[in-house]
């Protein structure tokens, strides 16, 4: 805190009458001040983030001789502020349904104000991954697709909560939200539900008349599942 007592400037001076002043050679600087006995205490609020250290030139003055010593004050780092993702969250992603095991989806990155050793940060994902659907590399901080999103079970949206914190004491973390959409791909080929059909037809039918239904199915989403049916063999009957 500001007036700590961080040093006590000691000059001897062989004549007993001889009364010794401390003082700085840089008489600018507002950051620290040295009183006439020699403490040196601190005037200012510290900040590693700006400035690690500092080098002082104490002058000490008996009014005929002036003597001097260079302190140098380190300024050790303390964690006080929380990372900061960037870009700000939210991070809107896109991926095609057919994509592959292990594709890149999300390069997180955060901008931490901390320095050295106190800014070792770690990526997770504390919600989960949607049954392992996600993953998210602890130290890179690279979300990436960790299975298929092919299936019934497949959504078209997820939110997917995502946390950068630090790994010493004390943690501190931020959050942020992955949106993530499944862009469909017509990737499936439709599939009837039987290998074949047999249907039977009065021979007076009139002409529109149904003589039975086929169905098949595509897994794939929206339109692209849509299904439509031809016939192929050129018969004159439908």
């Given at each position: 805190?500001?007036?700590?007592?961080?040093?006590?400037a000691n000059a001897s001076d062989r004549d007993p009458s001889g009364k010794i002043v401390y003082t700085f050679a840089n008489t600018t600087?507002?950051?620290?001040?040295?009183?006439?006995?020699?403490?040196?205490?601190?005037?200012?609020?510290?900040?590693?983030?700006?400035?690690?250290?500092?080098?002082?030139?104490?002058?000490?003055?008996?009014?005929?001789?002036?003597?001097?010593?260079?302190?140098?004050?380190?300024?050790?780092?303390?964690?006080?502020t929380p990372p900061q993702f960037t870009p700000p969250s939210p991070f809107n992603v896109s991926v095609f349904d057919n994509s592959s095991?292990?594709?890149?989806?999300?390069?997180?990155?955060?901008?931490?104000?901390?320095?050295?050793?106190?800014?070792?940060?770690?990526?997770?994902?504390?919600?989960?991954?949607?049954?392992?659907?996600?993953?998210?590399?602890?130290?890179?901080?690279?979300?990436?697709?960790?299975?298929?999103?092919?299936?019934?079970?497949?959504?078209?949206?997820?939110?997917?909560?995502?946390?950068?914190?630090?790994?010493?004491?004390?943690?501190?973390?931020?959050?942020?939200?992955?949106?993530?959409?499944?862009?469909d791909v017509n990737s499936v080929t439709p599939n009837f539900t039987s290998p074949m059909y047999a249907f039977s037809v009065l021979e007076?039918?009139?002409?529109?008349?149904?003589?039975?239904?086929?169905?098949?199915?595509?897994?794939?989403?929206?339109?692209?599942?849509?299904?439509?049916?031809?016939?192929?063999?050129?018969?004159?009957?439908?």
């Open positions: 805190p500001i007036f700590t007592l961080l040093y006590v600087q507002t950051t620290f001040a040295i009183n006439s006995t020699g403490y040196l205490i601190l005037t200012e609020w510290l900040d590693a983030e700006v400035n690690v250290q500092y080098r002082l030139i104490i002058l000490a003055n008996n009014s005929v001789y002036v003597a001097n010593q260079t302190v140098i004050i380190n300024v050790l780092n303390v964690v006080d095991v292990g594709t890149p989806l999300l390069q997180l990155q955060v901008v931490d104000p901390d320095i050295g050793i106190n800014s070792s940060i770690e990526f997770v994902l504390p919600l989960g991954s949607f049954g392992g659907l996600f993953a998210l590399n602890s130290t890179s901080g690279l979300l990436f697709l960790n299975g298929t999103l092919k299936g019934g079970d497949i959504r078209s949206f997820y939110a997917l909560l995502v946390m950068a914190r630090r790994t010493l004491y004390p943690s501190q973390n931020t959050t942020g939200l992955a949106l993530i959409t499944v862009l007076n039918s009139t002409l529109g008349a149904t003589i039975g239904t086929v169905h098949a199915v595509d897994s794939d989403r929206g339109s692209n599942g849509m299904v439509t049916y031809t016939t192929s063999g050129g018969s004159p009957f439908w």
